[in-house]
Nanobody, 124 residues
Framework: VQLQASGGGSVQPGGSLRLSCAAS????????VGWFRQVPGKEREGVAC????????DYVDSVKGRFTISRNTAEHTVWLEMHNLKPEDTAVYLC??????????????????WGQGTLVTVSS
């Protein structure tokens, strides 16, 4: 199983990006998926999550109202749409999926597979 996050880039404050998480070896449509971000010297932070049942979503407070996680079932991917980006959103964004947990969690050990991440840089 491999996960791949893509869609990162450099944007100015207030800009938007859409990240995509794709998987080989399993179908993300039926798994809980989380997006995390990592900044050097800081702990990995959960950003957004979508559950298996009913597609319930959860977000860290700092991105609520700006980020949206959703499933693209046509392509079996999970998107993270990011709007009104701020310099503090700069990080490597990683997607991860859990095989057993169904409800959203920020508990990192719950996630079985991780992608390598995609860099998002927000700067003027």
């Amino acid at each position: 199983v491999q996960l791949q996050a893509s869609g990162g880039g450099s944007v100015q404050p207030g800009g938007s990006l859409r990240l995509s998480c794709a998987a080989s070896g399993l179908t993300l449509d039926y798994n809980m998926v989380g997006w995390f971000r990592q900044v050097p010297g800081k702990e990995r932070e959960g950003v957004a999550c979508i559950s298996t049942a009913g597609g319930r979503t959860d977000y860290v407070d700092s991105v609520k109202g700006r980020f949206t996680i959703s499933r693209n079932t046509a392509e079996h991917t999970v998107w993270l749409e990011m709007h009104n980006l701020k310099p503090e959103d700069t990080a490597v964004y990683l997607c991860a999926t859990a095989l057993t947990a169904q409800e959203c969690t920020w508990w990192i050990p719950a996630y079985h597979y991780w992608g390598q991440g995609t860099l998002v840089t927000v700067s003027s």
